[in-house]
């Protein structure tokens, strides 16, 4: 079996392979497969879901596992299979982040940075109620703050009837008291440690205290620093 990763993506493709493979621009991890992990697809011998997500939860960086499984989840895999299985202490930090409700790749991102960032956990995609019966969905929330973090990316966010929509539902929601905190397709890497700072800040000033160790992540997560593959996340 081979798992391929590009890195920078959102993907994975994993393949069984006779021999070692050399893929340009790939990571490429080898290994043996017992016959409940391998199943056919179209006549071709693929991994199964779960040990496709089994096999990122350990090899991917742990964004990236967390955007897959992500992923994985959305399309009816049953976390429960992962769990019974004979994970690291990083696959189950992987699993512990995971969440069926994210709505994108860029989405699941965002949680990972700002809870590895010191920032309680957010609710993915929490539904506030409005007058008259009506409800908006937030990407990213925490309603006992009423702190939002809305990721506007280029698909969906960029005509101006787009912009009018989100601005006009965004400011019903700050009249009744939400702050939002809006993210553009350049936060990451670009723009992480402002983000940080905005939604740090609305949290605090609602009534959350980080405490000193909280602190101490929030501001070393503001400086800037490079991952091994070269990347800003400051």
Not at 81 to 90: A, P
Not at 96 to 102: K, P, V
Not at 138 to 159: C, I, K, N, S
Not at 170 to 177: A, F, P, S, T, Y
Request: hydrophobic share 40%; charged share 30%; proline share 7%.
């Amino acid at each position: 079996m081979e798992l391929l990763h590009r890195p920078g993506a959102d993907h994975v493709l994993e393949l069984m392979a006779p021999e070692r493979l050399e893929v340009p621009g790939w990571a490429v991890h080898a290994g043996v497969l017992p016959a409940a992990d391998v199943t056919l697809h179209d006549g071709i011998r693929v991994t199964t879901p779960a040990r496709t997500a089994f096999d990122c939860a350990h090899w991917l960086p742990r964004a990236e596992a967390v955007v897959v499984l992500d992923q994985f989840l959305r399309r009816g895999l049953d976390l429960d299979l992962l769990r019974h299985r004979t994970l690291s202490g990083r696959a189950r930090g992987v699993l512990g982040l995971a969440d069926r409700r994210a709505a994108s790749p860029r989405e699941s991102w965002l949680r990972v940075m700002l809870a590895d960032c010191g920032l309680p956990r957010p609710v993915t995609q929490l539904r506030v109620a409005l007058p008259g019966g009506r409800h908006a969905c937030l990407d990213l929330g925490w309603e006992a703050y009423q702190v939002a973090v809305e990721y506007d990316g280029r698909e969906h966010h960029t005509t101006p009837a787009d912009r009018h929509d989100d601005e006009r539902r965004r400011e019903e929601l700050r009249r009744h008291g939400w702050r939002v905190v809006v993210a553009g397709p350049d936060v990451i890497p670009g723009r992480a440690a402002d983000l940080l700072e905005a939604v740090a800040g609305a949290l605090i000033e609602r009534g959350w205290r980080p405490g000193p160790e909280g602190m101490a992540r929030i501001l070393a997560a503001r400086r800037p620093r490079t991952s091994r593959r070269g990347r800003s996340y400051g």
